[in-house]
C-alpha cells in the first residue's frame, strides 16, 4: 500500500512557527480531502488535531491550522509552546475506507 | 464521558493467535465506523483495520489480510480483533479507535501490548 513521507524532525523557539509537510502521491493525497493529523506525546494515545485537510476538532486551539496542495498536505503550530513538543503524524485515505499513516515528526520545542 | 477500554493483550508465541477487545461507553457505539491502529515499539503508527456500522464492511491493511479480523458486538458496544499466525512484526500497541468525524479518528484507548515471542 502507498507510502506518505514526512520529515522525521522539525523544531522552533516559543513563540515561533513551525510548519511539517506530508507528501503523498495522487492515488492518497492528492485524490481525496481526507488528510488528518495526529500529535501523540510519548507513552499516550494519538490526539486528532485536524480532520478533512482543514478542520479542527472541538478543543483543538487555533495555532494548530493545515493545508494541502496537489500532493502535499502541511500543519504549521503558531506560536509554539512547550507542549506542543510531540510527535506528529498524517494520515490519508486511499480508497474504499482504507487509510495510511505518515512515519511521523518530532518536534522539539527549543 | 466517552471512552474506549482496550484489553487481551499478552505474550504470545509466532504462529499463535490472540483476540483484542474494545469495550465503547459513553456514545452510540453503533452509529460509527470504528478501527484498529498499531504501533510497533520505537515506530510510527500504522492502521491495521476498519468495521462499518453493523459489520456491513471490513477493511484491512495488506499485511494483516487473510490473518487478523475485526468484528463487533453492537449489543455489547464492543469490536473485537482476532489476530491469528501472528509473526514477530507484529508485536505493537493495539489502540482501538473511533471513526467520529471524515476520515478522523477522534477517540482513542489507552492502548493493549502485543508481544510476540518464543
Known amino acids: 500500500q502507498s507510502a506518505l513521507t514526512q520529515p522525521p524532525s522539525a523544531s522552533g523557539s516559543p513563540g515561533q512557527s513551525v510548519t511539517i509537510s506530508c507528501t503523498g502521491t495522487?492515488?492518497?493525497?492528492?485524490?481525496?480531502?481526507?488528510v488528518s493529523w495526529y500529535q501523540q506525546h510519548p507513552g499516550k494515545a494519538p490526539r486528532l488535531m485536524i480532520f478533512?485537510?482543514?478542520k479542527r476538532p472541538s478543543g483543538v486551539p487555533d495555532r494548530f491550522s493545515a493545508s494541502k496542495s496537489g500532493n502535499t498536505a502541511s500543519l504549521t503550530v503558531s506560536g509554539l509552546q512547550a507542549e506542543d513538543e510531540a510527535d506528529y503524524y498524517c494520515?490519508?485515505?486511499?480508497?474504499?475506507?482504507?487509510?495510511?499513516f505518515g512515519p511521523g515528526t518530532k518536534v522539539t520545542v527549543l | 464521558e466517552v471512552r474506549l477500554v482496550e484489553s487481551g493483550g499478552g505474550l504470545v508465541q509466532p504462529g499463535g493467535s490472540l483476540r483484542l477487545s474494545c469495550a465503547a461507553s459513553?456514545?452510540?457505539?453503533?452509529?460509527?465506523?470504528m478501527g484498529w491502529v498499531r504501533q510497533a515499539p520505537g515506530k510510527g503508527l500504522e492502521w491495521v483495520a476498519n468495521?462499518?456500522?453493523?459489520?456491513?464492511?471490513?477493511v484491512y491493511v495488506d499485511s494483516v489480510k487473510g490473518r487478523f479480523t475485526i468484528s463487533r458486538d453492537d449489543a455489547k458496544n464492543s469490536v473485537f480483533l482476532q489476530m491469528d499466525s501472528l509473526t514477530a512484526e507484529d508485536a505493537a500497541v493495539y489502540f482501538c479507535?473511533?471513526?467520529?468525524?471524515?476520515?478522523?479518528?477522534?477517540?482513542w484507548g489507552q492502548g493493549t501490548m502485543v508481544t510476540v515471542s518464543s
Open positions: 479507535a473511533r471513526w467520529g468525524v471524515p476520515a478522523g479518528l477522534d477517540i
Open positions: 459513553g456514545f452510540t457505539f453503533s452509529n460509527y465506523w
Open positions: 468495521i462499518r456500522q453493523r459489520g456491513e464492511e471490513r
Open positions: 495522487s492515488s492518497d493525497i492528492g485524490a481525496y480531502d481526507f
Open positions: 478533512e485537510v482543514t
Open positions: 494520515s490519508s485515505n486511499i480508497g474504499n475506507h482504507r487509510y495510511v
